[in-house]
């Protein structure tokens, strides 16, 4: 019996102390990725600046392809969102532009499960190319489990942003020069 409560004991210590540090962590989570687009500032941002063609490049298309999508307000540009649901790899959701600056800016805001998160897309010109730099912001808030997690945010999302950037280059750079 004493060892049964030294157990107990030693748990309570250590789910007292998991929660203590957790206020330690950072609240805010930033993640963002780079890369360098052949192609104009206006034609990358004719892309990110309406949901019409996301799937094209999105990471998160292939995770499930019987998600289902609905498509709110304009076709491009502030108030423009996209919802969707699907299997446990890409849930359930909405997006939806915030702020849209021609050549330049993309701001979007997610809204998922029990979170929320602000994206956006920063175009800048590079070389003859576009630096198409994308970011999520997200606050933690107070639950310590979410601050936990905070610290494997950047490489959790990195990953799916390499991934969509990659497939956005390809799009972008797949098209004849005539076309562009």
Avoid: C
């Amino acid at each position: 019996m004493r060892i049964f409560k030294k157990v107990l004991l030693g748990l309570a210590i250590l789910i007292v102390v998991l929660v203590a540090v957790a206020y330690v962590l950072p609240r805010r989570m930033h993640a963002e990725r780079s890369v360098t687009i052949q192609a104009s500032p206006a034609e990358v941002f004719a892309i990110l600046n309406s949901y019409k063609r996301f799937n094209e490049w999105s990471p998160w298309a292939g995770k499930d392809p019987n998600a289902k999508y609905t498509y709110e307000g304009p076709e491009a540009g502030v108030g423009a969102s996209m919802s969707w649901t699907g299997n446990s790899d890409v849930g359930v959701g909405k997006q939806t532009i915030t702020e849209s600056k021609p050549d330049q800016l993309v701001k979007t805001h997610l809204a998922f499960g029990d979170g929320d998160a602000e994206a956006a897309f920063t175009l800048s010109a590079d070389g003859t190319g576009t630096k198409v730099t994308w970011s999520l912001d997200a606050d933690m808030g107070m639950n310590p489990i979410g601050r936990w997690f905070g610290l494997f945010f950047d490489g959790m999302i990195g990953k799916d942003y390499d991934q969509g950037l990659a497939k956005l280059k390809a799009l972008l750079e797949s098209k004849p020069p005539a076309s562009k």
